[in-house]
């Protein structure tokens, strides 16, 4: 069973609107959890890492939110453009050495 | 700063041939890199740990003959799929560890099929 689970699978929204993605993870112990931005066919880019002391963090139009106690992050994404469309990833540490990657969500931003 | 590049960005080759990815960190030293696997709509897959100067670590199911590892130097690592098949065809990415830190930094990827 995946450590990082992922939800919505995907989603469409219209540009200009905000979305809210969900990650729930078992992994234990953990060290810090990560969100990333995958365009297709590219690889990831970093938008944001929390450690376990770390309630959120932002990143222009991202924010994350973590909470350690009930193994839940979310990434925000506000006023969404169409540049948005991605697949935004969350991965999950136990160590600095690996990582376990949830499956991702698509978000398609349409006009 | 940290930049990984990848190359080829897309190859094709036919079955039984064999071909090599490269993955570079541009901009700093790199003892660990990483390779993975990724097919359509899942997750990385991890296939191996590349430390360089030292034999790769594998992930358990990643046969080791088939994907060759090479880690010259501190800003290359290679991977070679040999003999390859069809269902090879994936994503492969990469990423690095600079020297002495935590964060991995990924490449853009390379698009393998094989024919």
């Known amino acids: 069973k995946n450590q990082v689970e992922q939800s919505p699978q995907s989603l469409i929204i219209l540009e200009g609107k905000n979305c809210t993605l969900q990650?729930?993870?078992?992994?234990?112990?953990?060290?810090?959890l990560r969100w990333y931005k995958q365009d297709t066919g590219r690889g990831p880019v970093s938008l944001t890492i929390?450690?376990?002391?770390?309630n959120t963090k932002s990143n222009g139009r991202y924010t994350a939110t973590l909470d350690a106690d009930t193994k839940q992050s979310s990434l925000h994404i506000t006023a969404s453009q169409l540049s948005d469309s991605a697949s935004y990833i969350c991965?999950?540490?136990?160590?600095?050495?690996?990582?376990?990657f949830g499956a991702g969500t698509t978000v398609t931003v349409r006009a | 700063g940290a930049v990984v590049s990848q190359h080829p960005s897309w190859v094709i080759c036919k079955s039984g041939t064999s071909v090599k990815i490269e993955c570079r960190s541009l901009?700093?030293?790199?003892?660990?890199m990483f390779w993975y696997r990724q097919f359509p709509k899942q997750s990385l897959m991890l296939m191996a740990t590349?430390?360089?100067?030292?034999?790769?670590?594998?992930e358990q199911g990643v046969e080791k003959d088939k994907f060759l590892i090479n880690h010259a130097s501190l800003t290359l690592s290679t991977l070679t799929v040999t003999s390859a098949h069809p269902e090879d065809s994936s994503f492969y990415i990469c990423?690095?560890?600079?020297?002495?830190?935590?964060?991995?930094?990924f490449g853009p990827g390379t698009r393998l099929t094989v024919t």
């Open positions: 990423s690095a560890r600079r020297t002495g830190g935590a964060e991995q930094y």
């Open positions: 990650c729930n993870y078992t992994v234990s112990p953990f060290s810090n």
């Open positions: 929390m450690t376990f002391s770390e």
């Open positions: 991965v999950v540490s136990p160590n600095d050495y690996k990582l376990s």
């Open positions: 901009d700093f030293q790199a003892t660990t």
């Open positions: 590349s430390n360089e100067g030292s034999k790769a670590t594998y």
